[in-house]
């Protein structure tokens, strides 16, 4: 058994800032790391999915874990991202990043391939049984291969350095199976949401916190909703719930993930250089209208200044329906008639 | 506006016994109506999916609605399922139901078709403009064509006569973004969800009731939940919606839907008949253990008497996982290689 | 076995002529009958998927094949969907047909609950067992529950009066897998496809034919490249078919299906009418486009005269590829921040 | 424009042998290069999916094709899979293969994140504007982002490094549309086919060849197919492709891919050792058993002995195919129930 506590409370799956030659900015995610802390959140979960991990090197993933871990100097725990090529590879990465005094690492289920559970379960035991840290599960169906419940409960009931799971498919039926499947003979195991679209539900129905984007960007909303749900404050809860599902739609869905919480965090003043994923003019365009959005909402909510030109009196924009359903169903069309998919 | 309340509550989707031809129970559906109302259901369903809707005809979904209407007597609400060929059968339908005095119809999207929005809302546009009787929208994208939110909202800002929606996709940011959406124009506008699985966590985030399928077994329990969680008692409410939900999960996937209802009512104390879609012999020997399963689920909360041979002592089966996993995959290989989808 | 000739060539899977009041057009639809069967298709298909079944009462479905039965005289043979609400009505259509001299009947596997393939099963062992008539398995796995390859080669095996497939998957791997599965026992047995887009790779695999919308509209061209594939003119069919898809994307992708091949075939001289699924006033301007469209593959093929204004000179549409690429992403982003599934 | 010859013919996606140690067995990996060529492949196509690129690190996979390339001496083309962590490192990659002398290079689209066309056609765009070598895009939907078709028509417009597609959907409209969208303007791009399944009509309907798995495990097969099909001799060539496609399924559907391929060139002779991703005992079981069926398909085309215990007398094994459908069921209720996606 793990002689450490549980994992809980809001876990930031930090970006990287990155400087004018495209490399890791390291002062400005040193800044970045003491203003998440300052603003509250539980801990920080570097090289995670909101962190484009398989977008660096082996060696810059382990850079990113230095440059964190020395900046945070235990004021929080840290989740870190260690998945890499293999089993044996990514053991490596355990082992060092153990050396770094980090809490726990966060591996993915393995990706590109889509593996049966059976490979799912192998793969971890391999881990399970080896790793010198403890370790947390991270299921993400839309990227990676899935990790059902009995896998779960089977990794938890034979490797205690198997400590928690973090869930991003924001399934709340799912989170409630392997709560009732691990809980009882495993109290310590963590559950943890990365889906910030449900966390006051997910929190409510039992989980231990959450891994989520958001906080990267709001950290001060994205802890409100924590404490506001854990104090069962539910008719406030509900409302902060509410904004923030509009600001993480807006992140998520108006550019490509994750340069919308890019955008974001460069509006709260930090300096993230350009995404290693290139984009076209018009995403650029793109990016800078969200980028105006996104300034509105957050200077709504008393982070920013209006954008010059100012914002929109109501939150709901007067778009005509019909014709955006219109719009939609020719791009559809004419995107299947193109053979996309 | 509607000259009526909201619907809040819990509706009871039920299904409809049969004879030994094959054809309506009608006394055993009397019987079943005044059980459920006694067990305090806040209003009736029928001709929903559970009620298999689309394997009785034209004649038969009227006979249903007729003999509910007579045997409620006003006790409570119904909620008539009045789907048919087209917009001018479904508005005849329409009529009819309204001519019985029931309180509102529930229409579910097109479907076998796929249709876009701009077609989604075109169909119900035309029954929003024409209908004598209160609607609700029946969204379920597992079995017809999905009605989005900006759908949703021209609905609700258009047609008076539109007052709710009955969603049964379960997704927890998908209903918030539904209630931003309408509830500010249309705070009489009623919100239920279809999915069992999340009916406490849908509830605390803003839905006003649901018209859930174990309402129809275990009317107590869904009840139950319901006024738990209405009232805040979260810890009691969580461990309810945890029992329900394996409750559910083995109704709903241990047979064909809604064969596992059917054979739950059954467990009730009523005679359903034979369903209408045939059965191979495996599936009535599967159906038949399934019943002692959900024997032992409604005894251990008190609903009926252990089955001969008793319950096993936990509710968490022997099984070796590794087992199930590898014939799982197995199955699957096979099934591919075989072409089934 | 059956004393009939197995069935071979291509099936119009025809639609049906409304009138001002949304009615059967039955002067029109027997015009329409005999200008396919002078163009020289191998037989009709009324109540398929093209031919909006679901869209009629039970009666309107009964008088379609009443009409199409009387106008064709036997000239070619009818294969006449026949799915009901339930086994019973099914076998009910069946022996209509049946009276009225039809060579077979289509039945599509049930749709709107999702079936396992042991359910697909028994629902078609029970039609196979009583049928009078002929029966043809129709699969269409993107509208009614999937048949897969076993249940195909049980159903061949166990029930002579089964003796045909239509599916509409158009994957080639699927269609050889159930040759290789039913054709040994079974060399009478048809294969035929629905799917237009791959009707020349599928003959040449193995199939005996096809139900292709396309020959609805463009008879003359769905049957060239029939008989130009079976007589092995590979470098013509070929030329045929890359006409034939794009003809075939543009009616199904440009429109709601099948709006797009009714608006060609009132361009072929048809009065279609109105179709009983609403639509929007932008898509009403929108299949106008299509028709324009269309107009100019038609008559690039000879088939129509150019439509006034002229047809653009090259085929290709001078597209900007990366402001579509643009729209389509915006759009996407919309609709899943909107809640479309 | 390249100087260099159109891609043609089959290129053999090869697996790389792994010693004791788990490292890259050198001598076994140039003994099946040699193998391979005299067997008559067109080329081979090292660091592929088949290759398992991703589980092997940057210096493992520059080191297989510096082997793959000194054996092979030219006499047949090699296309290297060269897609590393982002666009910089892949275009070191290019530069050195570039170095080594290969034909060409094969980059598959950005996988884990899902991209839309727009951020899929920048990162080629990138990468065809630096690369010193021609580039062939690989389209793999089930695995990472779709190309879709006016991306790669954009693409061939833009960038004449860009000289072919390899595409493993299978999907024969959409390859038809590739076509039809680029060899208007650029008759040399070739058009390769990674769906084995379909070969044969993929060929027929106008595509210059293929990555083939099994042509890594029956070269003689694949390249027999490939050759009766261009000369158009299609009865024989239809039989051998149903003959490859039962072979196919085999090894594809009966274990996690690729051990299947993996099984099947040990078979062939050569030491492969184990696979990177870990298997349970029951998965070593399977392959075990999968490894004597795929003897018999083997020993039944000449390849090998049968294996101990000889083969079925038929093909098709005595499956009751209810039963077979009734676990299914069972298993996928199971799968459900437990949480699988």
């Known amino acids: 058994m793990s002689s450490h506590q549980k994992l809980t409370g809001i876990f930031t799956p930090n970006l990287v800032p990155l400087d004018s030659r495209g490399d890791i900015n390291e002062p400005e995610l040193r800044r970045y790391v003491d203003w998440l802390i300052e603003r509250g959140v539980h801990g920080l979960y570097p090289n995670g999915s909101t962190g484009e991990f398989t977008r660096f090197t082996v060696e810059e993933r382990r ?4 440059i964190v ?8 725990p840290i989740l870190a991202g260690a998945a890499e090529a293999n089993v044996k590879e990514t053991l490596k990465a355990c082992e060092y990043y153990h050396s770094l005094g980090v809490r726990a690492v966060a591996i993915v ?3 590109y391939y889509k593996l049966s559970p059976a490979s799912v379960y192998a793969y971890f035991a391999e881990i399970g049984k080896h790793t010198p840290i403890d370790v947390t599960l991270y299921n993400i169906p839309l990227f990676a291969s ?3 419940v009995p896998t779960v409960q089977r990794l938890a009931d034979n490797f205690e350095r198997i400590v928690a799971i973090k869930d991003s498919s924001g399934d709340i039926p799912h989170m409630i199976r392997m709560i009732q499947a691990v809980r009882p003979h495993r109290p310590e195991f963590a559950f943890l949401t990365g889906w910030d679209a449900a966390l006051m539900p997910l929190l409510l129905i039992g989980c231990d916190g959450g891994t989520n984007a958001t906080s990267g960007v709001v950290p001060e909303i994205t802890r409100k909703l924590y404490d506001l749900t854990m104090a069962g404050r539910l008719e406030e809860a ?4 509410y904004d923030l599902l509009t600001l993480f739609d807006t992140m998520i869905y108006s550019a490509e993930f994750p340069e919308g919480f ?9 300096h993230m250089g350009t995404g290693r994923q290139p ?12 980028s105006n959005t996104l300034q509105c909402l957050l200077s709504a909510q008393g982070f920013t200044d209006q954008p010059v030109g100012g914002c929109p009196v109501s939150k709901q924009p007067a778009v005509d329906h019909e014709e955006v359903g219109q719009i939609v169903q020719n791009v559809l069309a004419e995107l299947k008639r193109r053979g996309l998919a």
């Open 63 to 66: 850079r990113i874990i230095e």
């Open 69 to 76: 871990a020395d900046q945070t100097r235990n004021r929080v």
């Open 109 to 111: 289920a393995p990706f």
């Open 146 to 148: 899935p990790i059902d």
């Open 238 to 241: 509900r409302q902060v719930q």
């Open 262 to 270: 890019r955008a974001a965090v460069e509006l709260r003043g930090f």
């Open 279 to 290: 984009l076209s003019a018009e995403q650029r365009t793109d990016l800078s209208a969200l």
